[in-house]
Structure formats: structure tokens, C-alpha cells
């Protein structure tokens, strides 16, 4: 289970109401404005908390994401691209996030960098679908990856900082 931390975090960033994908062109505008109302609460919320860690960017139709994330481990920040594609099951399927540069380097991670959200993440995706949406996808799927294997990766001496 969650922690108490993350579960007040989490409990800020809104919930969506429009359950729609990028196939439904008459509501997918609205599901991503409250997208990225969510995202921007919730980068909002954790640069309050001193816990900034990640920057994204959409193609103009919302359904290519890019951008940066990065963990502080021992002092030192280690920086990986992020990118992702919305899939036509969205909502109802979350994302499958990438970070190419780690490709190989951990068996929590699929070919072409994507990393493994299968075990914990996606039942929880499955419960809460379409009311959860990119940002709840950053702070419960991406973040606890990066926090159990950016430090496992940093100690087999497979990721250096740069």
C-alpha cells in the first residue's frame, strides 16, 4: 500500500470526468484540457513540496507526449527522456511510458525502453479508470519506478551521472 505522503499527494490531482480517447474526436479536447489541468496541479503541488522532478510536452493534438524526468540520488541528479504515446483504448488503458536510454539495462523494462507497470500500476489503473489520467500515471507509476531502480541501476553501476 501507499504511503501516507503519497496518498495526500495523490488526493490533490483531480480526478477527470470525460471518458474519452483520442478516437473521439467530439470529446477528446475536453479530456485533455482536464489532462492538462491536472498536470499542471499536480507540477504545481510538487514544486510547493520541493519535489520537482519532471517536464512534459504534448504534439498538438495530445496524443504524442515528450519531455524529461529526473531522480536525486546521493546529491546528484540523473536526467532521462521521457516519451509515451496515448493509446486509442484510452482511457481505459494506461500509456506505456519510455525512457529509451535505459533500454536493457533492468528486467523491470520491456524492449524500446518501456518500463514495466504491469505488476503494481496497472491494476490500479484498471480501478480507477477513466477517472485517472497523465498526471496520477506520473506520480503512481513513473515516480516509485524511478525510486526503486535509478538507486538499483546507480549501485550495479549500470547509469552514471553525467
Sequence with gaps: MADEATRRAVSQIPLLKTHAGPRDRAL??????????????????????DNDWFRLESNQDGTRWTGTCWFIHELLRYEFRLEFEIPVTYPDTAPELSIPELDGKTAKMYRGGRICLTEHFAPLWARNAPRFGLAHLMALGLAPWLAVEVPDLISKGLNSHK
Excluded: D
Excluded at 477528446?28 to 513540496?49: C, D, F, M, T
Design 28 to 49: 477528446w479536447p475536453q479530456r485533455l484540457k482536464e489532462e492538462y489541468q491536472a498536470l499542471i496541479r499536480h507540477v504545481e503541488q510538487n514544486k510547493s513540496g
